[in-house]
Structure formats: C-alpha cells, structure tokens
C-alpha cells in the first residue's frame, strides 16, 4: 500500500506544480506581481487563515516560494486576482497596473488557462514518450483461442464463457479491453458474437445494464480472456502449503468435477469455501490426488498462470509516429472524459461510482512500475485539464468563463459577483470533493 500511495503522491505533485507553474509563466509574462507560488498549502485548505506556517519558504523578489504543510495541491497567489480568499476591502480599491484585473482580458485568459495548457502538453508529452519507450499493447479477440470469461454483469446480460464478442452495434472489436468502455462511453446498443456452442448471438444492452456494468467494474473486468491454467507458486501461509502441490502441476478436477478453464477452477472453490476438498492434479503424465481445506474467502492460496499461449499485440513506434499517436490518445481521452461526465447523467446509479484519492490509490500499481506510473500521471494530467475546464467559479474554468464573457459582450463582469461566485463555486468543489472521497464507504 505504501509504494502505491507513494506513486500517487508523486503523480500528484508533479502535475500540481506544473499546472501552477503555467498560471505562474504568464503571470510572469504579463508583469503581474505574484506574491506566493507553493507547493501544498501552508494553511489548512480553504480556509485561507488558519494554520498559517510553511516547511520552508524564501523570498526571491517580490514572490516568495515554499513548501507548505498541508500536503493537498499548491498554488500561485497572483495579485488583483478575484477570488474567494482575497479581503473583499480591496475589490472596491481601484485595479493597480501590477493586478491582474487591470490586464487586458486575453491576457488574464492567457494567464487563467496557463495550467491547463501546461496539463494539455504535459498529458500528451508523456504518452509521447511512453509510446517510444514501451510501445503500445493490445490484445485482440483473434488472439484468444478459447473465448472469454465472463464477470457476473456479463453473465445476467446473456454472455457465457467461451463466447467470442465479434462487434459492438455492428462495429468489429479490436481489443477486449476496450469492451466495457464502448459500451458504457459509447452507449452501446447491441453485443453480437458467437457462443462457445457455435450459435450466434445478439444482446440488447440499456442504460440500467450500463450502470451495472459500470458498478461492477471496480471489482471485475466483465470480460477477460479464458485460458487453461497452470500452478505457478503455492502461499506458504495458506492451506495449499499443506497440500502436494507443486509448481507446473494443472488441476483437472475438484471433487471429481473437471476443470479445464480457469473460470471452471474459481467456480468449484468458491462454491466449496470453508469445506475440504478432492483436488486431482496432472504432474508430466502422473495423475496426482491431494486434498486441501478452502479458505472462509473461498481462495486455495495457488497462484496460476496461463498454460495456453494468448499472444498480445505489440506495437513500436519511431520518435514520429509516437508523436502523431500520443496526439491521437490523448484526444481520445479528453472526449472520453467529456463522455464521461455525460454518463454522470444519463447511466443509472453512475454518480455512485466517482472515486477520490482512495479510488486512484488501488489503481497504481503495488510494485514500483515505472511504465503503469508514466501512463498514469499521462491521464491525470488530461484529466486534470478537463475538470479544470468546467465552468464551475473557483475553477480555471470560472474564471475564463467570465472572461469569454466579457470579451464577447464587451462588458466586464464585476470584481464583486466574481468574489460571490467564487465563494458558491468553493462550496460547489468543496462538495464534490468530499462526495468523491467518500467512495470508499460507497463501495
């Protein structure tokens, strides 16, 4: 727990200092003063008077730069900018030429969307980088001899294991993993493929499947490739130590019931949680028969991995092609979060699955993968980019809201409603924050 933690720790903070640093350039740029630029908050976030020390600090120039206490974000304090922390007695002060809000509006708009900017080039940067250095894998329906396995969303839907998923609304599939994501970001209308049987088949799927299928997805990947296992380990701790079993030995069967399939073996344990179990094994051309008790959570303590060969798909890209595909999913990913927040309001029970930090925790990887890492601080800072752009006051977005207002209409939105809205947009965010961190006991 502590290296994913540590992962995410470490996303986080470089992609707040960057998107600040953004806000900062042209901040700079535009002969703003800028009085503070940290690294967390040296105050307990919002409340702007509380618990006011840093770790460290020091001035250079008129800005002062530290690392404060509070290890939630950072920020850059720009002078003459209208927000929700600033004393309301200097809103009726007339603007000084070193504030922002005596700026010309591109300007100001220049300096508000600085963060994201930076977030834009840095998310699709590093999936540039990525592609070059690991390249892109894929795993194709063509490539799995035996069919899928099915999660228990899939299955209530009318898919088996061993079915084979062909197209979605009559579009070929390319990638499993892209399965569940079409059909819920998509919406999807129909599944067609073909049952291990050799029978075809066609699924309707509805907005209540989606919204199953989108609250299972923390727990189960609706559909992963079926494979025959083989042991691999066996945990010392659990009751498999004490049985004869062995590395490379496969399960054939459990209480006399043949397993074949991965699938098959989770099916026969789970249902025998808790009881002693026949297990028969082929070690070389030896059939072997042991037993072993079942743990109360319905594991063995073996470790199996896929004898059958399902070859992934590797892609390599030269410094050029990287480039035009980093674009590409990156792209992809901000219509994909625009989607997203769609879903929020037309799939059943989908706001229920909003995750915070907690959430973002059990995705990092629990060894130090540099590669997962990468990819992920890649989607966050487009993620990042995104909700930053939603026209909620207090957000990046807010504000260049007001300020594509006044540039349209040619009239500027006073420093007071700006100051009013920033404190709503503070409760607004403030919500949403606590809601998103709370999936835990949602979950």
Known sequence: MFIKIAQLFLSLTILVTLHEFGHFWFAKRFKCRVDKFYLFFDFLFPFASVMNFALWKKKIGDTEYGLGWFPFGGYVQIAGMVDEQMDKSLIDAPPQPWELRSKPAWQRLLVMMGGILVNLILGVFIFWMALIAYGKETLPITNIPHGLMVDSAAYNLGLRNGDFITSLDGKPVRSINRIPVEIIMNGIN????????????????????????????????????????????????????????????????????????????????????????????????????????????????????????????????????????????????????????????????????????????????????????????????????????????????????????????????????IYYANNVGLFIVLGLMVYANTDWLRN
């Not at 109360?296 to 798909?313: A, F, N, R, S």
């Not at 799939?347 to 629990?366: E, I």
């Not at 909620?392 to 040619?410: H, K, N, Q, R, V």
Request: charged residues 20%; glycine residues 6%; hydrophobic residues 45%.
């Open 190 to 417: 129909t599944i067609e493929g073909i049952h291990a049987t050799g029978e075809k088949f066609s699924i309707p799927v509805n907005n209540d499947d989606r919204g199953r299928i989108l609250k299972r997805m923390k727990k189960s990947n609706f559909v992963a490739a079926r494979y025959i296992p083989r042991v691999d380990s066996v945990d010392n701790a659990s009751f498999a130590a004490n049985a004869d079993i062995k590395k490379n030995d496969r399960i054939i069967a459990i209480n006399n019931v043949a397993v074949t399939f991965i699938d098959e073996y989770k099916k026969q344990v789970v249902q025998n949680r808790g009881k002693k179990i026949e297990i028969s094994l082929l070690r070389g051309s030896d059939t072997i028969r042991t037993s072993c008790q079942v743990a109360e959570t319905g594991i063995l303590g073996i470790y199996q991995v896929p004898m059958t060969e399902i070859k992934v798909d590797e892609q390599k890209f030269s410094v050029a092609q990287a480039f035009v595909q980093g674009i590409k999913d990156g792209t992809e990913l901000i219509v994909m979060q625009a989607k997203q927040f769609v879903v929020l309001f037309t799939v059943k029970d989908a706001h229920q699955q909003v995750g915070g930090f907690y959430t973002m925790v059990q995705q990092m990887n629990s060894d130090w993968n540099w590669q997962q890492f990468w990819m992920f601080t890649g989607f966050l800072s487009l993620a990042l980019a995104f909700m930053n752009f939603l026209p909620i006051p207090m957000l990046d977005g807010g504000y260049i809201m007001f300020i594509l207002w006044e540039m349209i209409t040619g009239k500027k939105v006073s420093d007071q409603v």
